[in-house]
């Protein structure tokens, strides 16, 4: 028999205990031995990771996507023995939809996930600190942090245009020049806000429909102005699930890149990361540095 190591997040917006019964049982029906473990801080899910890589055949994780990003920082920087799945629980779920998992239907998609097989989806980096799917910073990147989990419950992925009208709409967003290097190419531009995603999904919304997870390259869209009348079809855009960035041309810069340097002014620019869902402070210096590379891959039993 094979063993399956099961570590869900509780507080999860969309976990509860009866799916995490009926996906045991599921697993018992393929002949997995379980061992279920809480993830009861945030955090919990890197060592434990750590210290059951190699103990299983399978871990699966539970959660949101930030419990995604926490597994994948347990396993990077060491040889990874066991495969790992997930189940997306979370608001918004960017990253079980770009692995082909069923939006708000677990048990459907762990039965995608246990006929499925085995593939390796790249693993990103920023300055050594691996992210999973996307790293943004700028106007409304702290919005998947900041909205509260009480309001991600109560209204889902509609909480975020909710905290967006609240706490962004009202302020104007600040250019900032910012100077590129990808893949030794050097670019000019300027900044309201930029997007580095190995993902189909971000913010709810699909931006790059067509990307490959495991090419070893990833995307950059760089926002470089915002008018009202531009924020206001973006967001209309946002709220029918579908951003279009090709109609856009004369406000986003799109590349794609294997290794992309991003260097700006930070002094008194609140640019602090957005990797995964999770706050990542940058340091207020004359002079910030951001070295994006594709770090690696990680083995996960995806839908075929």
């Known amino acids: 028999m094979r063993h399956c190591t099961v ?29 279920v473990v809480k993830s009861n801080r945030a955090g919990a899910v890197v060592p434990l990771v750590k210290e059951y890589n190699g103990k299983c055949d399978l871990i699966l994780t539970m959660g949101g996507d930030g419990t995604v990003s926490e597994a994948i920082n347990g396993f990077f920087g060491a040889e990874q023995l066991t495969t790992y799945a997930h189940l997306s629980m979370g608001t918004t779920n960017d990253v079980g939809r770009s692995l082909g998992l069923i939006h708000n239907d677990p048990l459907t998609s762990l039965e995608l996930i246990l006929s499925g097989a085995e593939k390796g989806i790249d693993i990103m980096s920023v300055n050594g600190k691996p992210f999973f799917y996307v790293s943004c910073f700028g106007y409304v990147s702290e919005i998947p942090y900041k909205t509260p989990t009480a309001l991600k419950r109560r209204l889902g992925h509609a909480a975020y245009a909710a905290y967006f009208v609240a706490t962004s709409l009202k302020r104007m967003p600040r250019r900032r020049a910012i100077h590129m290097i990808a893949d030794g190419v050097e670019i000019e531009g300027e900044s309201v806000l930029s997007v580095i995603s190995n993902s189909h999904v971000y913010a709810g919304v699909s931006i790059y429909p067509n990307a490959d997870l495991s090419d070893g390259i990833f995307e950059l869209a760089l926002l470089e102005r915002l008018t009202p009348a531009l924020a206001g079809q973006i967001f209309t855009d946002y709220l029918k699930g579908h951003v279009d960035l ?7 810069h799109t590349l794609q890149a294997k290794e992309l340097i991003l260097e700006f002014d930070n002094v008194d ?25 594709v770090a690696g891959q990680i083995r996960m039993l995806l839908p075929r």
């Not at 976990?15 to 061992?35: A, H, I, Q, S």
């Not at 990361?273 to 002079?287: A, H, M, Q, S």
């Open 7 to 35: 570590i869900y997040n509780p507080i999860a917006s969309r976990f509860d205990n009866e799916l995490l019964v009926k996906v045991l049982e599921r697993l018992k029906d393929e002949d997995y031995t379980t061992t």
């Open 246 to 252: 090709n109609k856009y041309p004369s406000a986003v």
């Open 269 to 293: 620019w609140d640019a602090d990361l957005d990797n995964d869902g999770e706050c990542v402070k940058i340091p207020r210096t004359e002079k910030c540095r951001l070295v994006y590379r």
